[in-house]
């Protein structure tokens, strides 16, 4: 069974402060991560996706990865009220299989 | 078109009744997937669909449900005898899967059919 676990939250963060979303997985031989970010009563949007070890960075958007602990990060810098919103952590396996396990979800509130 | 297109966005049924919800997908995406997402749930995967190869059924949840896809084209998610526990929202999303890297992964998802089983 594939898991893959983030914390419900809601997690709470003051306007221009940096939110930590986290996800882990169970499956070792995952190899491609993806975060997307779902407002409410909306359908889910990709913000970034990785594959390597360490960070890669888009605008205010840090993704962070760490194989061997079997974690993958999100970081948002200087956040925005309508940063505000669930965001998703999915995981796909590795031997070019298409279906990703999807995590439940953190959501955020981001206050001015 | 320009995006993955539901229909429709919202059905009220009752218990017992059969549901049929359509999905199309963005041209050229050879990948389709259904997924349930029920309140404050994430994201169930339901079938996959991959060009002209058999569908993976392993989310199906029960006989109940079931899906077909001609080719590349609409899909569309039959829910039979429906029952209250099947109220969700169920999203349908398509993947290029040509490309470079992740890219061809990233899943596109429409906006949903939001079923209601009274």
């Known amino acids: 069974q594939k898991e893959v676990e983030q914390n419900s939250g809601p997690l709470s963060v003051p306007e221009g402060a940096i939110a930590s979303l986290n996800c882990t997985y169970s499956?070792?031989?995952?190899?491609?991560f993806f975060w997307y970010r779902q407002y409410s009563g909306k359908s889910p949007e990709l913000i970034m996706f990785?594959?390597?070890?360490g960070d890669k960075e888009d605008g205010r958007f840090t993704a962070q990865l760490n194989k061997a602990s079997q974690y993958v990060s999100l970081l948002i810098r200087d956040s925005q009220p309508s940063d505000s919103a669930t965001y998703l952590c999915?995981?796909?396996?590795?031997?070019?299989?298409?279906?990703?396990?999807f995590g439940r979800g953190t959501s955020l509130i981001v206050h001015p | 078109g320009a995006g993955v297109s539901q229909s429709p966005s919202n059905k009220v049924t009752e218990k017992g009744k059969d549901v049929e919800l359509r999905c199309d997908p963005i041209?050229?995406?050879?990948?389709l997937y259904w997924y349930r997402q029920r309140l404050g749930q994430g994201l169930e995967f339901l079938i996959y669909?991959?060009?002209?190869?058999?569908?993976?059924k392993s989310g199906l949840p029960s006989d109940r449900f079931s899906a077909e896809r001609t080719g590349e084209s609409v899909s569309t998610l039959t829910i039979q005898r429906t029952q209250q526990e099947d109220s969700a929202v169920y999203l349908c999303?398509?993947?290029?899967?040509?490309?470079?890297?992740?890219?061809?992964?990233?899943?596109?998802f429409g906006a949903g059919t939001r079923l209601s089983v009274l």
């Open positions: 990785i594959y390597s070890n």
């Open positions: 999915a995981v796909e396996a590795s031997g070019g299989s298409y279906i990703p396990t």
């Open positions: 041209s050229g995406h050879t990948a």
């Open positions: 499956d070792r031989g995952s190899q491609s």
């Open positions: 669909f991959q060009g002209n190869s058999a569908p993976d």
């Open positions: 999303a398509s993947i290029p899967t040509t490309g470079t890297g992740l890219a061809k992964n990233i899943q596109y």
